[in-house]
């Protein structure tokens, strides 16, 4: 992918980018639909390499609905911290700083003001878009990759490209409809991806998606077919999703397998797509 996006987001598919463009291309509509886009890298990079393809992308997470809204001045303020954290330390990349076990205490402990005392006033939309750039998980302990010359220029040019595109922060809604369109879907995940776990509940989303909504999404689905669409659906093996796909459209489904690093620790993953149309 051409364009890097500089946080790091569960669930991305960024990995999966030259399948979802190639099958894209395969299927290609005037017009490309991420009803679930998360850190919206797809939307981003297939408007970069398909200059008049008309994009939209959906996004309902409140760290990059703020992180949107600092807008410019994510910049500004995102530089406030790094000053506040490396003052009177040399301000190199923050993995080269990392194993100077002392000088990481010290920002660690500048970090914890931060957030504790709200050293440099900044806002909640402010403080959540930090939360985004420099925490690990969106919580509040600092990761050591928050810092580089080469993190601060992506943040700069995802910006710049972000206003290429559409975007929206709906829920999901079944009576929403579409035609001639490209439409991707990657809902919450009710079970996790690690494949020693296939059919485990994965992901605390009591609260924001649930089997009801599996269902939600077949019907909507089924609504908008008859509009010349086509569906990119993902989901986690075994899980309610694919059972609902496979008894509604009787499609086939591709396994993707995957290594993902947690911690220093390789964990064999894998998810499906399928095509309907």
């Known amino acids: 992918m051409k364009i890097q996006k500089p946080f790091k987001y569960m669930g991305s598919k960024g990995r999966f980018y030259n399948e979802i463009k190639e099958i894209f291309l395969l299927n290609k509509k005037n017009t490309y639909v991420d009803l679930f886009a998360g850190g919206m890298e797809i939307a981003v ?63 660690k402990n500048r970090y914890k003001e931060f957030w504790n005392d709200n ?30 010359i080469q993190k601060m220029e992506k943040i700069k040019i995802y910006l ?36 020693v776990k296939i059919g485990k509940k994965g992901y605390n989303y009591n609260n924001i998606w649930t089997e009801k ?12 077919l008859k509009n010349n669409n086509v569906f990119m659906i993902f989901g986690s093996l075994e899980n309610n999703l694919s059972k609902l796909i496979q008894k509604a459209f009787n499609v086939d489904f591709v396994v993707k397998k995957y290594k993902k690093s947690i911690f220093g620790i390789s964990l064999d993953r894998a998810e499906w797509y399928c095509i309907i149309k």
């Open 213 to 224: 909504d599996d269902a939600r999404l077949v019907k909507f689905i089924k609504n908008n």
């Open 119 to 148: 050293k440099l006033n900044f806002s909640e939309d402010e403080r959540k878009m930090v939360e985004l750039l420099a925490s690990m998980n969106k919580g509040y302990s600092l990761s050591n990759s928050f810092f580089s």
């Open 160 to 195: 710049k490209k972000l206003k290429n595109i559409d975007i929206t922060h709906n829920y999901f809604n079944e009576s929403w409809s579409y035609k001639d369109s490209f439409i991707l879907l990657d809902p919450p995940y009710l079970c996790g991806t690690e494949v």
């Open 45 to 107: 990079n297939l408007k970069e390499d398909i200059k008049d393809l008309k994009v939209t992308a959906n996004v309902k997470d409140e760290h990059i609905e703020s992180f949107l809204k600092c807008n410019k001045m994510a910049i500004k303020k995102y530089n406030e911290l790094v000053n506040f954290l490396y003052k009177d330390i040399e301000k190199i990349s923050s993995r080269f700083l990392f194993a100077d076990k002392e000088k990481w205490q010290i920002i």
